[in-house]
C-alpha cells in the first residue's frame, strides 16, 4: 500500500495489481477524487494517508476518507451515527453495515453539486471531534478495536466480509487486538488478519 498521499491521486491506492495502470480506479475518477480532496483540505482538516487512502483528522480523530471503486467513488465518514443526515444523502457502504456513513458517486461532476452538503457534514463531524463526543455504543455484542472500525469504515469489501462473520468469528478477532496495547500493533495485525477474514476464518483458525 501507499505511503505517500501524492501517490494515490497519480497512480492509486497500491492494493491491487491496477496500481499504477490506466485501469486503476483512480484514473476513471480523478477530478472528482481532487475535488473532494479540496473539499475537505478547504475544511482545515489534516490530510494523511490510512489503508493505502486519503483519510482525513481533526483533533486526533478520524472524520472522512475518499475511495475509488470500478462503479464508484465516495467520501466516507467515521463515527457517522453521530451525523444528522439532515439531506438524507448517506447510504450504508453495503447490507451489513449498521449505520449510512458515506456519499456515493457515481459521475465526477456530481461532487460539485454537494459541495455545500459535504462542507456541512464535515464541519458537523469536526465540532464532535473537538468536544470529544462520541456516538452510543452498538448494539453489537462484540466491542471492536478503533483500529479495527476504522479499518472496516475505511474498506466495504472487508467490512462486508467481516459482518458475515459468526458473532464467535467476530469477536476472536475482538479478542485478539484488544489484547495488543500499542495501536501501532492492531494496525499490523489487522493488515495479517485480512486474508482470514475474506477466508471466513476466526482469529486463530488456520
Not at 497500491?14 to 477524487?33: H, I, K, V
Not at 472522512?64 to 467513488?73: K, L, M, P, S, Y
Not at 453539486?113 to 452510543?136: D, F, N
Request: hydrophobic share 35%; proline share 4%; aromatic share 8%.
Amino acid at each position: 500500500m501507499i505511503t505517500d498521499i501524492e501517490d494515490y491521486f497519480l497512480k492509486g491506492c497500491g492494493r491491487c495489481e491496477r496500481f499504477a495502470t490506466p485501469d486503476c480506479s483512480t484514473r476513471q475518477w480523478e477530478s472528482g477524487l481532487l475535488e473532494l480532496r479540496r473539499i475537505c483540505r478547504g475544511a482545515g482538516l489534516l490530510e494523511v494517508v490510512k489503508w493505502g487512502h486519503p483519510c482525513y483528522m481533526h483533533e486526533g480523530r478520524n472524520i472522512a476518507v475518499i475511495g475509488a471503486f470500478r462503479g464508484d467513488f465516495r467520501i466516507s465518514f467515521f463515527n457517522a451515527a453521530l451525523l444528522q443526515d439532515s439531506e438524507g444523502v448517506l447510504q450504508k457502504q453495503g447490507p451489513n453495515t449498521q449505520t449510512p456513513d458515506m456519499i456515493s458517486f457515481t459521475e465526477n461532476s456530481q461532487v460539485a453539486g454537494l459541495k455545500k452538503i459535504i462542507q456541512s457534514y464535515l464541519k458537523e463531524a469536526m465540532e464532535y471531534a473537538a468536544s470529544g463526543v462520541k456516538p452510543p455504543k452498538s448494539s453489537v455484542q462484540v466491542e471492536l478495536p478503533d483500529e479495527l472500525v476504522e479499518a472496516l469504515n475505511s474498506d466495504p469489501d472487508l467490512s462486508d466480509a467481516f459482518y458475515k462473520l459468526t458473532p464467535g468469528r467476530q469477536k476472536s478477532y475482538a479478542i485478539n487486538l484488544n489484547a495488543a496495547k500499542k495501536s501501532e500493533t492492531r494496525i499490523a495485525r489487522i493488515v495479517k488478519f485480512r486474508d482470514k477474514i475474506f477466508a471466513g476464518k476466526g482469529a486463530t483458525e488456520r
